[in-house]
């Protein structure tokens, strides 16, 4: 790689973003209850850590935990708070969404790119389980510069053999997060072997339930 990787951190509060770059975090990626994964945080919250920090901020948008097939009711209000995000200054949209058969659903992903009116879309998660992960990758390009996923598994240790094979084919149209569980004792060894360009950890940086800053540190280091 020619450019060291960057280190994301999952934030919950405004607290949470300040340690986060304090800590030495590239980026922060804001959600709501990461016990199930991530769901839309409130705006007034986004504003707040927007006004406070100066690293990026990626900002996920997720209804809710179930999967990533949403109805249009659902999909009408992840499109209004797309509209909303794009206007308080943050980084990026983080977003995933599959079809009722567990394959990507790139048509709706098109359509949150449209309203986040130029703000880069990150995709969330949904190519881990997804049916054909590989051409759905080939699907996206031009569309979502950045892909936040564990590999085709559960989690990113498990899926990391498959992760670097994507990192090595796909590279050029994508940055790869890496993200799904991941433990401090395992992040040098599996940063070496899945090569990606970003790192996304949430309970790793936590202590108490808040982002400790000397756990970014270690993870930064």
């Known amino acids: 790689m020619t450019n060291p990787p960057r280190l994301e951190i999952a934030v919950t509060s405004l607290q949470d973003a300040l340690n986060a770059q304090r800590g030495g975090a590239h980026s922060i990626e804001i959600s709501h209850d990461l016990s199930v994964g991530g769901l839309t945080p409130p705006l007034d919250l986004v504003q707040a850590v927007r006004e406070a920090v100066a690293i990026d901020i990626q900002v996920i948008i997720r209804p809710h935990a179930r999967d990533f097939i949403y109805t249009p009711a659902e999909i009408a209000v992840v499109l209004e708070q797309t509209r909303a995000l794009s206007r308080t200054g943050i980084t990026g949209i983080v977003f995933g969404a599959q079809t009722p058969e567990r394959r990507l659903n790139v048509a709706l992903i098109e359509r949150v790119v449209a309203a986040a009116s ?22 996206l390009i031009g569309i979502a510069p950045r892909v936040l996923t564990s590999g085709p598994a559960a989690t990113a240790w498990d899926g990391r053999a498959d992760l670097r094979r994507w990192v090595q084919a796909y590279s050029k149209y994508f940055s790869f997060v890496a993200s799904g569980g991941l433990k401090l004792q395992q992040l040098a060894e599996y940063a070496a072997h899945v090569q990606a360009q970003e790192y996304h950890l949430g309970n790793a940086a936590r202590e108490d339930d808040v982002v400790n800053v000397e756990r970014v540190k270690q993870l930064r280091r």
């Open 118 to 139: 130029g703000l880069p879309v990150t995709l969330h998660r949904a190519l881990d389980d997804s049916l054909a992960p590989e051409k759905s990758l080939e699907a």
